[in-house]
């Protein structure tokens, strides 16, 4: 693509220098062919001819008088009468002189030394004239004038060497000059044809130019076909896709909607009630983000920053998937790391449609395990830019997706790997190869100045983390909650069997000053001592529960637990935990079971 459009009047410029040029080739073309013809024309052998006839006519009439006067020499008594042979002589003679007077060898003759030789011509021309008295007596038998007519040929004998000279003389002369205009034409010829060979060299070359820009032009015409086929490709996908992400929550409303013009039980119909209402909402989230992703595609999509509260906005994007999720059984867990500031300047609008994206997809492709949200600070420097009013710094925070999922497919994963930071890069991937939620998630982490990266392992679910800036507020504006703190050396057994989930509810206890002692193959340590023990997913719960739970409450030790045989069980005082797990969730029970709690000593060392 090029970086700047050639206005009209430049296009107009370089047609005029091209049809110029051509021009110029075809002026010299016709000059060079023109002065080759004039140089080999057959004019110029005519010129030729003449000039040699001149020469040949000269010496003949030098050589006829000398053949002339040897036949008058010769003559005897015996020859009369002459019978007409003197006159055939001199008519010989004279037949040379009129070659020289006429004609084109005439008029070549005339320009030779300044027309002396026509002079010297008409002088010969005239005394031979006078001769024809005297041949006319002879031939009448009258010898007596021989020797006058002998002495007469003998006295124009040097005008007629002289006259041969001169001729001579002046055909050399008229050689040369013909010579050098021959040269010069040839010179002419040859600076002509390298000008004309120079000139088809540089046709030759805008010539391949053009051909190659027509190449070109031919090649972006097809690359323009072919966008124009692949828009409206991505038309019908992107049509069929919005009646593919549509078609669900409308069927389910109309389901839901016959089902209720039967007749039902109240319970029922509270349950139904919900499903719509549920099907709505996704079905809101879908034509939002269809919007979203048009205004982006647009460029008219613009952030709107606010000052929230951090950790209540992100536990909402977890509670709108919370049916969802029970349906599949998924166990959610949020962590908000405590070194970000509760309350931030951010697009919380867009923000919560990337979490929401994510957790749309994790869904999608995680049949069992768990997901889980973790919120906190980022490695990345933030962007050099002016602060907003009321704010104090800039800084980037880290939201990291992971499920325990089937993880992507490999296309999916490719198509994700565009960034629009990159030169000759796309500008996003396209909703119908990625999905609308990953194509608006996409598009809105580089619209807020973010990135995007993720991996992914077959089998073994797939994490998303992005890096998103934000600003921090002045601290007087609202003042920050405290998070609830235990006592030094509180310790906590966390009894589950997903590594993943173990982790991130370590890091949530870790927020109030909590150790804990994983158990990773389900066990419950009944023989251990800890101030607090958290049941999670464990296949031993049948055979080590029963007693595990009364020691732990023989000693006074709480016990939280999600494991859903320990929720229903009515046997044991045990505190349920609901997913998604938060902080908030945790901090009051936390707070109520170690604020002004007396604790005992420990017979046994915590591990």
């Not at 007596?137 to 007629?160: A, C, F, K, T």
């Not at 990337?354 to 995680?366: G, K, M, R, V």
């Not at 069980?569 to 908030?584: C, K, M, N, R, V």
Request: proline share 5%; hydrophobic share 40%.
């Amino acid at each position: 693509m090029r970086l700047f459009k050639e206005s009209a009047w430049q296009s107009k410029f370089k047609q005029s220098v091209l049809y110029g040029f051509i021009a110029f080739i075809i002026a010299i073309s016709i000059a060079v062919f023109g002065i080759i013809t004039y140089t080999s024309d057959s004019s110029k052998d005519n010129s030729r001819r003449i000039f040699e006839s001149s020469l040949w006519n000269a010496l003949q009439l030098q050589v006829q008088s000398y053949r002339f006067l040897n036949y008058l020499i010769a003559l005897d008594e015996n020859d009369y009468p002459l019978n007409g042979n003197a006159f055939f002589e001199y008519d010989l003679l004279m037949s040379r002189v009129d070659l020289l007077r006429e004609g084109a060898v005439g008029s070549l003759i005339r320009t030779f030394e300044g027309g002396r030789t026509i002079r010297l011509l008409n002088i010969i021309n005239g005394e031979l004239e006078l001769l024809s008295f005297n041949l006319s007596r002879m031939e009448g038998g009258d010898s007596s004038y021989l020797p006058n007519l002998i002495d007469r040929v003998q006295r124009i004998e040097s005008q007629i060497n002289e006259f041969v000279t001169l001729v001579n003389k002046g055909s050399n002369k008229y050689i040369t000059t013909e010579h050098q205009i021959l040269q010069k034409n040839l010179n002419y010829i040859q600076l002509l044809s390298m000008a004309l060979l120079v000139c088809l060299l540089l046709f030759c070359f805008f010539t391949i130019k053009g051909l190659s820009e027509l190449k070109r032009v031919f090649r972006h015409n097809k690359n323009l076909t072919l966008g124009i086929q692949t828009v409206h490709e991505d038309k019908a996908n992107m049509l069929s896709f919005i009646n593919q992400e549509i078609r669900f929550p409308v069927n389910v409303i109309m389901g839901v909607a016959n089902t209720l013009n039967n007749p039902t039980s109240k319970n029922d119909t509270k349950a139904l009630s919900k499903h719509i209402e549920e099907s709505g909402h996704q079905l809101l989230q879908t034509i939002e983000m269809l919007s979203d992703l048009a205004l982006i595609d647009a460029k008219k999509l613009t952030l709107t920053p606010t000052t929230e509260h951090l950790p209540s906005i992100i536990e909402d994007c977890l509670t709108i998937f919370e049916p969802q999720m029970a349906r599949k059984d998924l166990q959610s867990v949020v962590y908000i790391d405590p070194l970000l500031s509760k309350l931030i300047h951010l697009d919380f609008i867009r923000t919560k449609e990337i979490i929401i994206a994510l957790l749309q997809n994790a869904i999608a492709h995680t049949p069992s395990g768990s997901i889980s949200l973790q919120i906190r600070p980022s490695a990345l420097s933030a962007p050099k830019i002016s602060l907003p009013t009321g704010m104090k710094e800039a800084s980037v925070l880290q939201i990291a997706l992971r499920d325990t999922g089937l993880g992507m497919p490999n296309d999916l994963q490719q198509n994700l790997r565009i960034n629009p930071a990159l030169p000759m890069q796309q500008e996003g991937p396209m909703p119908s190869k990625v999905g609308l939620s990953l194509a608006l998630c996409h598009k809105l982490v580089y619209l807020m100045q973010g990135e995007m990266h993720f991996s992914s392992a077959p089998q073994k679910g797939c994490e998303f983390w992005i890096d998103i800036p934000f600003y921090v507020p002045n601290t007087n504006l609202t003042p920050q909650q405290t998070t609830f703190s235990c006592p030094d050396k509180t310790h906590a057994l966390l009894i589950e069997t997903d590594a993943h989930l173990a982790k991130v509810i370590s890091l949530q206890l870790a927020t109030f000053n909590i150790d804990v002692s994983f158990s990773k193959d389900g066990s419950f340590q009944e023989h251990k001592d800890f101030d607090l023990v958290i049941i999670g997913n464990t296949p031993k719960f049948e055979r080590e529960a029963n007693d595990a739970i009364l020691q732990r409450q023989a000693k006074a030790c709480p016990i939280f637990s999600y494991h859903p045989q320990a929720i229903n069980t009515s046997e044991y005082p045990i505190i349920a935990l609901h997913f998604p797990l938060t902080q908030s969730q945790l901090e009051p029970l936390i707070a109520s079971v170690f604020t002004n709690q007396s604790r005992s000593p420990k017979a046994n060392t915590h591990d």
